[in-house]
């Protein structure tokens, strides 16, 4: 009995020792295998990372991109790309790729080239410009982008080109352009042409040369000529570089009655002149239309005596050829007065100087103008007026050009 409660006296001893054992084996184990697994967390404490940074992680990466990060050094980048306000989980591998491209890349850029799927083009510190330029507009990212590719220009230059739109006329901004741009009647489709004739006039004022261009200057009388568009009813130009053809009439002729003239005229023609005679006889002068619409056969007999009396040359600087006489279009007319019909009388009467200050607000425009011959390819014709409708009129008269510069910049 006594030696069966000594026996029983010592197992508890051994029961605890052993428990103990058991638990101090388990606690080697578990510490062997932490050791060989270490958790993510601790993993990326061991790189370096922060306990603020492990949390950022922990919150906005999931397990696998925090794989990804574990086989790399410490980078501060990492936590800067997880901060910015566009970040996109979804991204996270390219952002990183990104990065280890261009490892000195501001990370806003890194983020918005990933997200707007440009992360696979060469990254320079040119498209750092672009993208931080204070005139940078994100819908013509693409544009930028192109344009730079096929420039390599700087990234001020790029973003200049493309908000001028040179980019759409695959036109290099180049110091020349840099002249034309910006201009008050600059057209980006003529621009070799304003290169070229810059050229060979580099005395004239930009300006001028705009102007010289959009009117065809550049080209030469009677040579490269087109058919003019019909499609622009009263806005139709008919010069030396615009003809109409030789079965072209207008519609809506009508009989100009004695009162105010002679002749045949577009029926919404004769009724602004009638509103503008009605005002002048208030002041009492009268206006009186001679010579409005002409054939294209009448111009021939026209223009062929012309020839024969003084040449074709002289002939040229007074009167149209057959087709490209503005008389044909039934919108214009030339000016005497009741009392003295003749047109070459017209700039010394009282009339004249009436209409030519006042003719723009019923829609006439004085079309070959003093010191405008070289544009017009006419000589000044102080009585040929041009129906245009009031608001060109008005343009025109305002901004002191001739019908050629406004075709050019706001019609064609
Ligand atoms: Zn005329």
Same mark, same amino acid.
């Given at each position: 009995?006594?030696?069966?409660?000594?026996?029983?006296?010592?197992?508890?001893?051994?029961?605890?020792?052993? &428990? !103990?054992?058991?638990?101090?084996?388990?606690?080697?184990?578990?510490?062997?295998?932490?050791?060989?697994?270490?958790?993510?967390? #601790?993993? +990326?404490?061991?790189?370096?990372?922060?306990?603020?940074?492990?949390?950022?992680?922990?919150?906005?990466? =999931?397990?696998? *991109?925090?794989?990804? &990060?574990?086989?790399?050094?410490?980078?501060?980048?990492?936590?800067? &790309?997880?901060?910015?306000?566009? @970040?996109?989980?979804?991204?996270?591998?390219?952002?990183?790729? @990104?990065?280890?491209?261009?490892?000195? #890349?501001?990370?806003?850029?890194?983020?918005?080239?990933?997200?707007?799927?440009?992360?696979? +083009?060469?990254?320079?510190? *040119?498209?750092?410009? &672009?993208?931080?330029?204070?005139?940078?507009?994100? $819908?013509? !990212?693409?544009?930028?982008?192109?344009?730079?590719?096929?420039?390599?220009?700087?990234?001020? !230059?790029?973003?200049? #080109?493309?908000?001028?739109?040179?980019?759409?006329?695959?036109?290099?901004?180049? %110091?020349?352009?840099?002249?034309?741009?910006?201009?008050?009647?600059?057209?980006?489709?003529?621009?070799?042409?304003?290169?070229?004739?810059?050229?060979?006039?580099?005395?004239?004022?930009?300006?001028?040369?705009?102007?010289?261009?959009?009117?065809?200057?550049?080209?030469?009388?009677?040579?490269?000529?087109?058919?003019?568009?019909?499609?622009?009813?009263?806005?139709?130009?008919?010069?030396?570089?615009?003809?109409?053809?030789?079965?072209? $009439?207008?519609?809506? +002729?009508?009989?100009?009655?004695?009162?105010?003239?002679?002749?045949?005229?577009?029926?919404?023609?004769?009724?602004? @002149?009638?509103?503008?005679?009605?005002?002048?006889?208030?002041?009492?002068?009268?206006?009186?239309?001679? =010579?409005?619409?002409?054939?294209?056969?009448?111009? =021939?007999?026209?223009?062929?005596?012309?020839?024969?009396? *003084?040449?074709?040359?002289?002939? %040229?600087?007074?009167? #149209?050829?057959?087709?490209?006489?503005?008389?044909?279009?039934?919108?214009?007319?030339?000016?005497?007065?009741?009392?003295?019909?003749?047109?070459?009388?017209?700039?010394?009467?009282?009339?004249?100087?009436?209409?030519?200050?006042?003719?723009?607000?019923?829609?006439?425009?004085?079309?070959?103008?003093?010191?405008?011959?070289?544009?017009?390819?006419?000589?000044? $014709?102080?009585?040929?007026?041009?129906?245009?409708?009031?608001?060109?009129?008005?343009?025109?008269? %305002?901004?002191?050009?001739?019908?050629?510069?406004?075709?050019?910049?706001?019609?064609?």
């Amino acid at each position: 009995m006594a030696k069966k409660k000594r026996k029983w006296k010592k197992k508890p001893l051994f029961f605890f020792f052993g &428990i !103990l054992l058991f638990l101090l084996l388990l606690w080697v184990l578990l510490g062997v295998y932490l050791s060989n697994h270490p958790s993510q967390e #601790a993993q +990326l404490k061991k790189l370096g990372y922060s306990k603020e940074e492990r949390d950022i992680f922990q919150e906005k990466l =999931s397990e696998k *991109d925090i794989e990804t &990060i574990l086989e790399m050094d410490y980078q501060k980048n990492l936590i800067h &790309i997880l901060e910015e306000k566009n @970040f996109e989980e979804k991204y996270f591998t390219y952002y990183l790729k @990104f990065l280890d491209l261009y490892p000195t #890349a501001p990370v806003e850029d890194v983020v918005f080239l990933v997200n707007h799927g440009k992360d696979e +083009l060469p990254y320079t510190p *040119d498209i750092h410009t &672009i993208l931080t330029h204070p005139e940078f507009q994100e $819908e013509l !990212l693409d544009r930028y982008l192109t344009y730079y590719q096929k420039y390599e220009t700087e990234g001020n !230059l790029t973003i200049q #080109a493309v908000n001028e739109g040179l980019d759409e006329e695959d036109i290099l901004l180049d %110091d020349v352009v840099q002249l034309f741009l910006g201009q008050e009647y600059t057209i980006l489709k003529n621009m070799d042409r304003y290169k070229n004739y810059y050229a060979t006039h580099k005395d004239l004022a930009i300006k001028e040369i705009i102007t010289r261009v959009n009117s065809n200057l550049d080209k030469t009388f009677y040579e490269d000529i087109t058919p003019t568009d019909l499609s622009k009813e009263n806005l139709i130009i008919v010069n030396k570089y615009y003809y109409l053809k030789k079965d072209y $009439e207008p519609e809506n +002729l009508v009989a100009i009655s004695s009162t105010y003239g002679t002749g045949y005229i577009k029926k919404e023609v004769l009724e602004a @002149f009638k509103e503008m005679y009605n005002d002048a006889v208030k002041v009492g002068l009268y206006p009186y239309i001679q =010579s409005p619409y002409r054939s294209y056969s009448r111009q =021939s007999t026209l223009y062929n005596n012309y020839v024969s009396r *003084d040449g074709k040359t002289l002939a %040229d600087t007074y009167s #149209a050829r057959p087709g490209y006489s503005e008389h044909q279009t039934g919108l214009a007319m030339d000016l005497g007065t009741k009392q003295n019909h003749s047109i070459s009388a017209f700039e010394n009467s009282k009339e004249f100087t009436w209409v030519k200050e006042n003719a723009y607000k019923y829609g006439f425009i004085l079309r070959y103008p003093k010191g405008k011959e070289y544009i017009t390819g006419y000589m000044y $014709e102080p009585w040929h007026y041009r129906y245009v409708g009031k608001d060109v009129a008005k343009y025109i008269h %305002d901004h002191n050009i001739t019908f050629e510069e406004y075709y050019a910049y706001f019609v064609k």
